[in-house]
């Protein structure tokens, strides 16, 4: 099997509830913040961004909330369905230069049938 | 959106030898970024490869260890040199779709295992 989340803190959810995974960011100057999602075998894949000067966005299904008080950021899914099963990485990004990605730690999301 | 392609898809190499990946876009960027994600862990920059100027390397990461090449606006090789088994990763590259777009494609790795 692949080992991409095997180490990574786990998030156990019923298909068709709802899922929150939370992630601590380091730069508290970051203009950008990203959601990842990634299956085995396969690259990240951008699921959702907002900007620091915003505190919630809202995508299909997805929801991103920021609270730069406390540094963090969340991600939440909505009736969540077994192909949402995957690792989910939080990113920051300055605003400026190479807009280089510097990724949190990660969450692993098992959606039970 | 950008397609990102990367050769090899895996490998398994002994200690002491290099591997060079590739990664090929379908369209022209300005930058190229190189990760490595090592087993169960998330994704660690290495460096930032432009077209015609030499990569930029993040702390912890060296020339010597990793040199990279971007001939042109669509490819960049990296290669993992005298490599140990601590290398055992997958390595990633990755582009933005536009100079203006945070959304940034990654291509699918490559896996890495040093015996």
């Known amino acids: 099997g692949e080992s991409v989340g095997l180490h990574l803190p786990t998030l156990s959810v019923q298909e068709g509830d709802n899922s929150i995974i939370n992630c601590a960011y380091s730069?508290?100057?970051?203009?950008?913040f990203i959601w990842y999602k990634q299956e085995s075998g396969k690259g990240p894949q951008f699921i959702i961004d907002?900007?620091?000067?915003?505190d919630k966005r809202q995508g299909q299904r997805v929801t991103v909330l920021l609270n730069k008080t406390v540094k963090h950021l969340s991600l939440q899914i909505a009736a969540t369905q077994p192909g949402d099963s995957a690792v989910y990485f939080c990113a920051e990004t300055l605003d400026t230069g190479r807009r280089a990605l510097t990724f949190g730690s990660g969450t692993r999301l098992q959606v039970q049938p | 959106s950008a397609v990102i392609s990367q050769k090899p898809s895996r490998d398994i190499c002994q200690r002491g030898t290099s591997l060079t990946i590739q990664c090929q876009v379908d369209?022209?960027?300005?930058?190229m970024f190189w990760y490595r994600q090592q087993p169960g862990q998330s994704l660690t920059l290495i460096a930032t490869?432009?077209?015609?100027?030499?990569?930029?390397?993040e702390s912890g990461f060296v020339i010597d260890k990793f040199p990279i090449s971007r001939p042109n606006l669509t490819f960049s090789t990296l290669t993992v040199s005298n490599m140990s088994p601590e290398d055992s990763s997958i390595y990633l590259c990755?582009?933005?779709?536009?100079?203006?777009?945070?959304?940034?494609?990654f291509g699918p790795g490559t896996r890495l295992t040093v015996t």
């Open positions: 730069n508290s100057a970051s203009d950008y």
């Open positions: 990755s582009v933005y779709n536009s100079p203006s777009s945070y959304e940034q494609y």
């Open positions: 369209s022209q960027v300005t930058m």
């Open positions: 490869a432009n077209q015609g100027s030499e990569a930029t390397y």
């Open positions: 907002i900007r620091s000067n915003m």
